[in-house]
């Protein structure tokens, strides 16, 4: 079976129509984000309370909101999981504005007394989630610089076994791929968790997974292919691995959304994250990723045209020891 | 077979006895986090300041009283912050003197001149790093005798955060969370001290034979009217005691729950000899007055001294039958050098982690049988391959994580259907890479050699550019994250072994029984 037999489309030449796409989608999604006060961050970095509660007989979100009325700040308040298990999670905001003491949980305590108050039968507290003001701060600076660290290392890697050009690429894709995630968990209305940015830095791993192989198919390109223009060069590449690309991206699909079905509600902005971040990261693989990196190199090139942009003539005038490695099987 | 091929083949087996001993049964060689297992994740903060602070204000108290023998008055003595102390009205004739008492307190504390007789006195700065880091560590051992008394399996007592005065405790399978904070938390500072006047129902009724003034040995502290019932610490009186405890938590030998003449529970104490010596002497002096019995600087009751008493003791109040196993379990386990704060507490119930559970199963398992169906579809024969390598690459996933003793989390799922990905994703690209060189006219056994050749620095480029990210997911992550980032490196680890090496074996294994003309890839 084949899904593509010789593939041949022309992904170069839509390369700035990719670009204006993406910048739409991006720029539309940070305006709406910004509308709404930035991303929506979890408990984990604003500090604030989360209540999973399961009751014995089944209770309405609008009974347990108002029961919890008298409560100060925003509440939310949404179901847990399947109806059928009737279980709520009720978050409520920050009120402890510093370390006091064991007051940590007086927010769970109040809201739990006042839910009893209430006459919404019987239930039980199945878990909490209590995050002080200096854990969040603590939270929200240790997610960045995983994220920014792993990009950077990333990067650094790329740059040393391909060319800075392609590292750039990489580098814009992957930023593409975060930037267009956030977006769409702001439009769905997800939280920003510790759970979500893992799944954030899961897709920059992939993302960049997905732009090696096409640049590795590059790099043994510029030796077979060196009368052909760059552009060629490229689109032959994305086109050879079209295939690996495709079903790559289709399986990793079926095994997360398999998570976002079945993984419960603890997992499922994972997943979310995940299935959005893959579909956008085969897409930025295909037009963004290899696009930048031929505007990149062109610009690099120009001085000494009309050499071939071979990858024996490094762009940057040997700044990279382009690392050709002889490849065992090249004989 | 040729011999090479052969040991390949013997090797694979091995490795995969050696994983399958290695995490069976795993019930009982994976150790489950605690979102999945149920229990308790609390970070606390030692306030480090409580330390300097007792430390502070014993030395003043010291200074105090050599000054006091060198016969200087109305030198007054200020506590300023937790290392600093101030001293005010030093006469200048008698300057020599007052240096003189201080020789021995600027062991410790630098002292600076102020003017007219005034001086400060701080800590020096090496010393309120040691009593900083002293505190915190004395009180990282305390909470992990408490947290063995609890009787709690397997749990975790560390240090944490970048300060270090961070403690993380994690109590799997706790039922009642809350006894367990309040255990961990309370300060248990016992102390015993003698009522100089009192009880009164405020404070100004006792000073008013003084007055209105505290005199500078002496202080006022609230305490629970003898005649409350069990349970109620709303009735409160105040009582005049000395400042310097007769014994404190430290003398203690044991702790236990009894009763006192009223049948009501109480906590009865021992004291080591140290104790038992000052203890009889000061109630050797003392009889006929009160001895008021402070927890956490609260006067829980004030009996008569009757005799001289020197190594029991029997702490009475209103306290209920739980509290005062409690209050045994923390004054046995000694008293906390400082006090603590919750940073964040995480519960998860029982019922919620077997849910996860059961829905990550169900995750991984859809996940793994969508795969399966689909490699079989598409690559036919060759997708048995694939498959068989991703079982071996779950398998040594497995071991491997029970010999790290890595704890299997909710996030270590979706790690796990994340490595299934990744795994098949190296087979795709070899398969791929088969198909396009059998097109280019090549043999079978050309077509394999060469898609597992020149793919294989693809496949190192990606596992690396992975590892890279999750090392950084490991090193800055927190409890989820961190479980995600060790399944997921553990997991890249033997993909690269099995999507390399097992698959080839597996193709040379069967290309070495008969000469296949065509692959069914």
């Known amino acids: 079976m084949q899904i593509f037999t010789k593939p041949n489309f022309n992904f170069i030449r839509w390369r700035w129509h990719a670009i204006a796409l993406s910048a739409v989608v991006i720029g539309a999604g940070l305006a709406y984000m910004v509308s709404r006060g930035g991303m929506p961050l979890g408990i984990d970095f604003t500090g604030g309370s989360v209540i999973i509660l399961k009751f014995e007989q089944p209770v309405g979100e609008d009974a347990v909101r108002s029961a919890l ?103 814009v894709a992957t930023f593409h791929d975060i930037l267009v995630t956030l977006v769409f968990l702001t439009w769905f209305g997800y939280d920003l968790s510790l759970n979500v940015v893992a799944a954030l830095l899961t897709i920059t791993g992939y993302s960049v997974n997905d732009t090696i192989v096409i640049f590795d198919r590059v790099r043994e390109n ?68 290899a696009a930048i990196a031929i505007i990149l190199s062109r610009q690099r090139d120009q001085a000494r045209v009309p050499a071939p942009p071979a990858a024996e003539a490094p762009g940057g005038g040997g700044r990279k020891p382009n690392n050709r490695k002889n490849r065992s099987s090249q004989a | 077979m040729d011999k090479n091929l052969r040991w390949r083949a013997i090797a694979i087996i091995a490795v995969v006895a050696i994983s399958i001993w290695g995490f069976y049964p795993p019930a009982e060689k994976i150790k489950l986090g605690l979102d999945l297992r149920g229990g308790v994740h609390l970070v606390l903060r030692v306030q480090t300041d409580d330390a300097l602070r007792l430390d502070t204000e014993t030395t003043m108290e010291q200074l105090r009283e050599a000054v006091e023998a060198k016969g200087l008055v109305n030198v007054t003595f200020t506590g300023v912050d937790p290392t600093r102390f101030r001293v005010d009205g030093v006469p200048q004739e008698q300057d020599a003197a007052f240096r003189e008492a201080a020789v021995e307190v600027e062991t410790r504390f630098n002292r600076e001149s102020g003017t007219a007789g005034s001086y400060g006195f701080v800590m020096k700065p090496n010393m309120a790093v040691q009593l900083r880091e002293d505190a915190v560590e004395q009180a990282l051992q305390t909470i992990e005798r408490r947290v063995n008394e609890l009787g709690v399996a397997e749990p975790v007592v560390a240090r944490t955060g970048a300060a270090g005065d961070h403690i993380l405790v994690q109590l799997p399978g706790v039922a009642n969370p809350q006894r367990a904070k309040d255990i961990i938390r309370s300060t248990a500072l016992l102390e015993l001290k003698i009522v100089e006047d009192g009880p009164a129902s405020t404070r100004e009724q006792l000073l008013q034979s003084r007055g209105g003034v505290v005199p500078g040995n002496m202080e006022i502290l609230p305490g629970i009217s003898n005649t409350a019932a069990a349970g109620d610490r709303a009735e409160t009186v105040y009582y005049l005691v000395r400042k310097v405890a007769v014994i404190t938590g430290r003398d203690l030998r044991n702790a236990k729950p009894s009763l006192d003449e009223m049948n009501r529970p109480a906590v009865s104490f021992s004291l080591n000899a140290d104790g038992a010596r000052k203890f009889g002497k000061a109630t050797g002096e003392n009889v006929g007055r009160l001895l008021a019995i402070i927890l956490d600087g609260r006067v829980q009751s004030a009996p008569v001294i009757e005799t001289r ?34 940073l964040e507490e995480r519960t998860v119930g029982p019922s919620l982690g077997a849910e996860s559970i059961r829905s990550g199963v169900t995750a991984a398992l859809g996940g793994l049988l969508l795969v399966v169906i689909f490699l079989l579809l598409y690559y036919k024969l060759s997708g048995l391959n694939a498959i068989a390598a991703m079982v071996i690459n779950l398998v040594v996933l497995l071991a491997m994580m029970s010999y790290f003793e890595a704890a299997m989390t909710l996030p270590g799922i979706a790690g796990f259907i994340l490595t299934i990905g990744m795994g098949v994703d190296s087979n795709v690209l070899i398969f791929e890479r088969i198909k396009e060189e059998l097109a280019a006219q090549k043999t079978v056994k050309q077509a394999i050699a060469a898609g597992f050749d020149r793919v294989f620095l693809t496949i190192l480029d990606t596992h690396v550019a992975s590892l890279i990210a999750a090392a950084f997911l490991f090193q800055f992550g927190t409890g989820p994250i961190r479980g995600f980032a060790t399944t997921l490196s553990i997991g890249l680890l033997s993909n690269v072994f099995t999507s390399v090496f097992v698959s080839r074996t597996l193709f040379e294994l069967v290309l070495s029984r008969r000469r296949a003309a065509t692959l069914s890839i």
């Open chain 2, 309 to 342: 008493i020197f190594d029991e003791g029997r702490i009475s109040g209103t306290f209920t039958q739980q509290e005062v196993q409690d209050l045994s379990l923390v004054l046995r386990s000694g008293a906390l050098p400082a006090s603590l704060t919750y």
């Open chain 1, 222 to 289: 510029f030796r077979v292919m060196r009368r052909d223009s760059l552009e060629h060069i490229v689109n032959t590449s994305v086109n050879q691995t079209l295939g690996r690309t495709v079903i790559t991206a289709g399986t990793t699909l079926l095994s997360v959304t398999a998570l976002y079905l079945f993984g419960g509600e603890v997992l499922e902005a994972f997943a979310f994250t995940m299935i959005v971040g893959i579909i956008s990261g085969t897409y930025s693989t295909v037009f963004i990723a």
């Open chain 1, 69 to 171: 009325a008298a409560m100060p700040g925003e509440k939310v308040v949404q179901q847990f999981g399947a109806a059928s298990a009737r279980e709520i999670l009720v978050r409520l905001p920050q009120t402890v504005e510093r370390e006091e003491g064991g007051l940590l949980d007086r927010d769970v305590r109040t809201a739990t007394e006042a839910l009893r108050q209430a006459n919404l039968g019987n239930f039980e507290v199945i878990g909490t989630d209590v995050v002080g003001p200096i854990i969040g701060a603590q939270l929200q600076r240790k997610g960045l610089m995983a994220t920014l660290f792993s990009i950077l290392g990333i990067t650094v890697y790329i740059a040393f076994r391909f060319r800075f050009s392609f590292a750039a690429g990489a580098i």
